[in-house]
């Protein structure tokens, strides 16, 4: 964990920790489909916006610890999918696990939208 990423406290802010369930999906995709994220929101239109967060604080993070976080596809629906996210760390404690659903949007819209069969797909292996 980086410096800027810690409180006043001495502890990684908690916004932080849920940022990483995103983070986690723009990872998921880069490694499935060619281009990465990146290719689906800037050259196909396609977004994943959040329509819904939740999480449970386990264990503390701190400047210098070493991230574990580990996602999983829980649920793929017609339009949103469910990642379900668990942050530890390095040395072996469970920090915090994330729900982190997405809903796919027409970016053109924006409007929603059944995902792409190629980026179904993709996540399906994850699942």
Do not use: N, Q
């Not at 802010?13 to 990872?27: C, D, N, Q, S």
């Not at 400047?63 to 580990?70: A, C, K, P, Q, T």
């Not at 793929?76 to 040395?91: A, M, Q």
């Not at 915090?96 to 929603?112: F, R, W």
Request: glycine share 10%; proline share 5%.
């Amino acid at each position: 964990m980086r410096f800027d990423e810690i409180d006043a406290a001495g502890y990684v802010y908690f916004p932080k920790i849920v940022a990483l369930g995103h983070e986690a999906m723009e990872r998921m995709i880069g490694e499935a489909c060619p281009g990465g994220y990146a290719a689906w929101v800037v050259e196909r239109r396609v977004g994943l916006p959040c329509v819904h967060v939740e999480s449970d604080f386990r264990a503390p993070l701190r400047f210098g610890d070493e991230l574990v976080v580990e996602s999983t596809v829980a649920k793929l629906g017609d339009s949103s999918v469910r990642f379900d996210v668990k942050v530890g760390r390095g040395d072996g404690v469970a920090c915090a696990t994330i729900g982190y659903v997405v809903a796919c949007a027409d970016l053109a819209g924006p409007s929603k939208r059944s995902l792409p069969d190629d980026l179904r797909a993709a996540l399906a292996r994850y699942a």
